[in-house]
Protein backbone atom coordinates (compact mmCIF):
# COMPACT_ATOMS: atom_id res chain seq x y z
CA UNK A 1 0.00 0.00 0.00
CA UNK A 2 0.82 3.51 0.18
CA UNK A 3 1.52 4.24 -3.60
CA UNK A 4 1.44 8.04 -5.27
CA UNK A 5 0.85 8.83 -8.54
CA UNK A 6 1.98 11.64 -10.59
CA UNK A 7 0.31 12.71 -14.20
CA UNK A 8 1.57 13.25 -16.39
CA UNK A 9 5.18 11.43 -16.25
CA UNK A 10 6.84 13.83 -18.57
CA UNK A 11 5.22 17.38 -20.45
CA UNK A 12 6.91 19.97 -22.80
CA UNK A 13 5.42 23.25 -23.36
CA UNK A 14 5.35 26.48 -25.12
CA UNK A 15 6.45 29.67 -23.00
CA UNK A 16 3.53 31.45 -21.94
CA UNK A 17 1.34 28.50 -21.26
CA UNK A 18 -0.14 26.72 -18.37
CA UNK A 19 0.57 23.20 -17.49
CA UNK A 20 -1.34 21.07 -14.84
CA UNK A 21 0.43 18.20 -12.84
CA UNK A 22 -1.91 15.67 -10.82
CA UNK A 23 -0.28 14.15 -7.89
CA UNK A 24 -3.01 11.06 -6.76
CA UNK A 25 -2.43 8.76 -3.32
CA UNK A 26 -3.87 5.50 -4.98
CA UNK A 27 -4.49 3.67 -2.07
CA UNK A 28 -5.34 5.94 0.99
CA UNK A 29 -6.25 9.35 1.90
CA UNK A 30 -3.37 11.97 1.83
CA UNK A 31 -4.38 14.57 4.48
CA UNK A 32 -1.02 16.22 3.46
CA UNK A 33 0.44 16.35 0.49
CA UNK A 34 3.84 18.24 -0.34
CA UNK A 35 5.32 19.44 -3.78
CA UNK A 36 9.07 19.75 -4.22
CA UNK A 37 11.14 21.01 -7.26
CA UNK A 38 14.64 19.12 -8.11
CA UNK A 39 16.91 20.70 -10.83
CA UNK A 40 19.09 18.75 -12.28
CA UNK A 41 22.17 17.05 -10.21
CA UNK A 42 20.62 19.17 -7.27
CA UNK A 43 18.23 18.37 -4.49
CA UNK A 44 14.63 18.63 -3.74
CA UNK A 45 13.32 22.07 -2.39
CA UNK A 46 10.26 22.31 -0.79
CA UNK A 47 7.99 24.32 -2.28
CA UNK A 48 4.66 24.06 -0.47
CA UNK A 49 2.19 21.69 1.85
CA UNK A 50 -1.45 21.68 1.36
CA UNK A 51 -4.05 20.06 3.33
CA UNK A 52 -7.30 18.93 1.79
CA UNK A 53 -10.12 21.88 1.95
CA UNK A 54 -7.52 24.35 2.73
CA UNK A 55 -5.20 27.04 1.07
CA UNK A 56 -1.24 25.88 0.03
CA UNK A 57 1.32 27.12 2.42
CA UNK A 58 4.12 28.12 0.46
CA UNK A 59 7.68 27.99 1.55
CA UNK A 60 9.72 31.42 1.44
CA UNK A 61 10.26 32.62 -1.92
CA UNK A 62 7.64 30.49 -4.08
CA UNK A 63 5.75 32.49 -5.89
CA UNK A 64 2.07 31.45 -5.03
CA UNK A 65 0.17 33.26 -7.90
CA UNK A 66 2.76 31.01 -10.48
CA UNK A 67 2.31 27.63 -8.83
CA UNK A 68 -1.26 27.22 -8.10
CA UNK A 69 -2.02 24.48 -5.58
CA UNK A 70 -5.41 22.68 -5.39
CA UNK A 71 -5.86 19.93 -2.83
CA UNK A 72 -9.33 19.47 -3.23
CA UNK A 73 -9.86 15.77 -2.18
CA UNK A 74 -8.13 13.30 0.19
CA UNK A 75 -6.45 11.79 -3.10
CA UNK A 76 -5.60 14.31 -5.83
CA UNK A 77 -3.63 17.37 -5.41
CA UNK A 78 -2.49 19.44 -8.20
CA UNK A 79 0.06 21.83 -8.94
CA UNK A 80 -0.31 24.63 -12.34
CA UNK A 81 2.40 26.42 -13.47
CA UNK A 82 0.86 29.35 -14.67
CA UNK A 83 2.67 31.07 -17.99
CA UNK A 84 5.74 28.70 -17.85
CA UNK A 85 9.09 29.86 -18.69
CA UNK A 86 12.22 28.21 -19.75
CA UNK A 87 13.47 28.59 -16.13
CA UNK A 88 10.76 26.88 -14.76
CA UNK A 89 12.04 23.65 -16.30
CA UNK A 90 12.25 21.23 -13.51
CA UNK A 91 11.60 18.05 -12.62
CA UNK A 92 8.51 17.87 -9.94
CA UNK A 93 7.84 15.84 -7.46
CA UNK A 94 4.68 15.64 -4.95
CA UNK A 95 4.35 13.52 -1.79
CA UNK A 96 1.41 12.39 0.48
CA UNK A 97 1.21 11.49 4.19
CA UNK A 98 -1.59 9.55 5.75
CA UNK A 99 -2.15 11.49 8.25
CA UNK A 100 -0.65 14.91 9.88
CA UNK A 101 2.47 14.04 11.86
CA UNK A 102 2.37 15.67 15.58
CA UNK A 103 5.62 16.30 17.85
CA UNK A 104 5.23 12.36 18.85
CA UNK A 105 4.53 10.53 15.80
CA UNK A 106 5.59 10.93 11.92
CA UNK A 107 3.25 10.23 9.64
CA UNK A 108 5.87 8.84 6.62
CA UNK A 109 6.23 10.93 3.21
CA UNK A 110 5.44 8.79 0.24
CA UNK A 111 6.73 10.18 -3.26
CA UNK A 112 5.16 9.81 -6.54
CA UNK A 113 7.73 9.63 -9.20
CA UNK A 114 8.10 13.22 -10.56
CA UNK A 115 7.29 15.32 -13.45
CA UNK A 116 9.56 16.08 -15.67
CA UNK A 117 8.39 19.32 -17.12
CA UNK A 118 10.32 21.54 -19.99
CA UNK A 119 9.43 24.91 -21.37
CA UNK A 120 10.45 25.77 -24.86
CA UNK B 1 16.34 26.41 11.42
CA UNK B 2 17.25 22.88 10.95
CA UNK B 3 19.49 21.83 8.02
CA UNK B 4 21.34 18.93 6.63
CA UNK B 5 24.63 18.25 4.81
CA UNK B 6 25.84 15.92 3.24
CA UNK B 7 29.96 15.72 2.67
CA UNK B 8 30.97 14.52 -0.80
CA UNK B 9 28.58 15.13 -3.65
CA UNK B 10 29.93 12.27 -4.87
CA UNK B 11 31.69 8.92 -3.72
CA UNK B 12 32.83 5.80 -5.85
CA UNK B 13 33.21 2.45 -4.42
CA UNK B 14 34.14 -0.76 -5.93
CA UNK B 15 31.71 -3.65 -5.49
CA UNK B 16 31.96 -5.69 -2.20
CA UNK B 17 33.62 -2.61 -0.44
CA UNK B 18 32.22 -0.70 2.84
CA UNK B 19 29.55 2.43 1.51
CA UNK B 20 29.84 5.04 3.67
CA UNK B 21 27.63 8.49 3.02
CA UNK B 22 28.07 11.36 5.73
CA UNK B 23 25.43 13.36 7.01
CA UNK B 24 25.42 15.96 9.60
CA UNK B 25 22.37 18.05 10.43
CA UNK B 26 21.20 20.51 12.38
CA UNK B 27 17.83 20.77 14.28
CA UNK B 28 16.84 22.92 17.35
CA UNK B 29 14.65 19.84 18.24
CA UNK B 30 15.01 16.51 18.45
CA UNK B 31 14.82 15.27 14.62
CA UNK B 32 13.27 12.79 12.51
CA UNK B 33 16.21 11.80 10.27
CA UNK B 34 15.47 10.03 6.85
CA UNK B 35 17.96 8.62 4.09
CA UNK B 36 16.15 7.98 1.05
CA UNK B 37 17.84 6.50 -2.70
CA UNK B 38 16.92 8.41 -6.12
CA UNK B 39 17.45 6.09 -8.90
CA UNK B 40 17.55 8.26 -12.63
CA UNK B 41 14.26 10.03 -13.47
CA UNK B 42 12.01 8.60 -10.52
CA UNK B 43 10.89 9.80 -7.47
CA UNK B 44 12.21 8.85 -3.93
CA UNK B 45 12.24 5.55 -2.15
CA UNK B 46 12.80 5.58 2.07
CA UNK B 47 15.61 3.64 2.88
CA UNK B 48 15.39 4.09 6.68
CA UNK B 49 14.18 6.36 9.08
CA UNK B 50 15.11 7.34 13.17
CA UNK B 51 12.30 8.77 15.02
CA UNK B 52 13.01 7.26 18.53
CA UNK B 53 14.15 4.58 20.39
CA UNK B 54 17.38 2.63 18.96
CA UNK B 55 19.79 4.51 17.53
CA UNK B 56 21.11 1.96 15.33
CA UNK B 57 18.72 1.99 12.07
CA UNK B 58 18.25 -0.89 9.93
CA UNK B 59 16.67 -0.64 6.68
CA UNK B 60 16.23 -1.96 3.10
CA UNK B 61 18.49 -3.84 1.12
CA UNK B 62 21.23 -4.31 3.63
CA UNK B 63 21.64 -0.17 4.46
CA UNK B 64 22.06 1.10 8.01
CA UNK B 65 22.67 4.68 9.90
CA UNK B 66 23.41 5.73 13.30
CA UNK B 67 22.52 8.36 14.88
CA UNK B 68 24.60 10.40 17.47
CA UNK B 69 23.30 13.12 19.05
CA UNK B 70 26.54 14.23 20.45
CA UNK B 71 28.46 14.40 16.56
CA UNK B 72 24.46 15.51 14.93
CA UNK B 73 25.50 12.75 12.28
CA UNK B 74 22.95 10.24 10.53
CA UNK B 75 25.58 8.68 8.53
CA UNK B 76 24.41 5.67 6.07
CA UNK B 77 27.10 2.34 5.83
CA UNK B 78 26.19 -0.78 3.88
CA UNK B 79 28.93 -3.77 4.72
CA UNK B 80 29.22 -4.70 0.83
CA UNK B 81 28.60 -2.63 -1.93
CA UNK B 82 26.36 -3.88 -5.22
CA UNK B 83 26.31 -2.27 -8.32
CA UNK B 84 22.26 -1.96 -8.58
CA UNK B 85 23.57 0.58 -5.21
CA UNK B 86 24.77 3.30 -7.79
CA UNK B 87 22.32 6.15 -7.50
CA UNK B 88 21.83 9.32 -5.28
CA UNK B 89 20.87 9.53 -1.99
CA UNK B 90 19.49 12.16 0.28
CA UNK B 91 19.71 12.83 3.59
CA UNK B 92 16.67 14.09 5.25
CA UNK B 93 15.54 16.09 8.40
CA UNK B 94 12.15 16.83 9.78
CA UNK B 95 11.00 19.51 12.81
CA UNK B 96 8.62 17.35 14.80
CA UNK B 97 7.19 21.10 15.44
CA UNK B 98 6.39 21.07 11.59
CA UNK B 99 4.14 18.93 10.44
CA UNK B 100 6.64 16.33 8.70
CA UNK B 101 8.05 18.94 6.27
CA UNK B 102 11.40 17.94 5.31
CA UNK B 103 14.43 19.24 4.46
CA UNK B 104 17.01 17.90 2.25
CA UNK B 105 20.45 17.49 2.17
CA UNK B 106 22.01 18.15 -1.63
CA UNK B 107 22.72 14.67 -2.07
CA UNK B 108 25.46 12.19 -3.00
CA UNK B 109 25.68 10.38 -5.80
CA UNK B 110 27.11 6.97 -5.40
CA UNK B 111 28.96 5.08 -7.98
CA UNK B 112 30.50 1.44 -8.06
CA UNK B 113 33.02 0.19 -9.70
CA UNK B 114 33.15 -3.79 -10.68
Known amino acids: GAVVSQHPSWVICKSGTSVKIECRSLDFQATTMFWYRQFPKQSLMLMATSNEGSKATYEQGVEKDKFLINHASLTLSTLTVTSAHPEDSSFYIC????????????????FGPGTRLTVL | AQSVTQLGSHVSVSEGALVLLRCNYS??????LFWYVQYPNQGLQLLLK??????LVKGINGFEAEFKKSETSFHLTKPSAHMSDAAEYFCAVSDRNQGGKLIFGQGTELSVKP
Open chain 1, 95 to 110: SATKTTGTYYSYNEQF
Open chain 2, 27 to 32: SSVPPY
Open chain 2, 50 to 55: YTTGAT
